[in-house]
Nanobody, 119 residues
């Protein structure tokens, strides 16, 4: 199983980006999907999560600006980021609990995608 994160880039303050996290491989189903981020010199921090049924949760610093979603048919998760601020600059990582076709559940990380918010 692999998670491929994409969609990062350079954006001006106040702008928007949409990140994608595509899961591939021997997947039976995906449980929770989460997004984390790690800014330079800082610890990785949780940003948002979505359950298999669509329940969402957000860290306080992105609530109202970011929206997490998923397309179960495509095994893909998304993070829509609006009203971006310079302090949102970080490498964003997706994470998912995947039930494989052998019925085991394992946690996987994507490789990260860089988001830079700067004028």
């Amino acid at each position: 199983v692999q998670l491929q994160a994409s969609g990062g880039g350079l954006v001006q303050p106040g702008g928007s980006l949409r990140l994608s996290c595509a899961a591939s491989g021997s997947i039976s189903s995906i449980n929770a999907m989460n997004w984390y981020r790690q800014a330079p010199g800082k610890r990785r921090e949780w940003v948002a999560g979505i359950g298999s049924g669509g329940t969402t949760n957000y860290e306080y610093f992105v609530k109202g600006r970011f929206t997490i979603s998923r397309d179960n048919a495509k095994n893909t998760g998304y993070l829509q980021m609006n009203s971006l601020k310079p302090e949102d600059t970080a490498v964003y990582y997706c994470n998912a609990d995947v039930r494989t076709t052998t019925a085991t559940i394992r946690n996987y990380w994507g490789q990260g995608t860089l988001v830079t918010v700067s004028s």
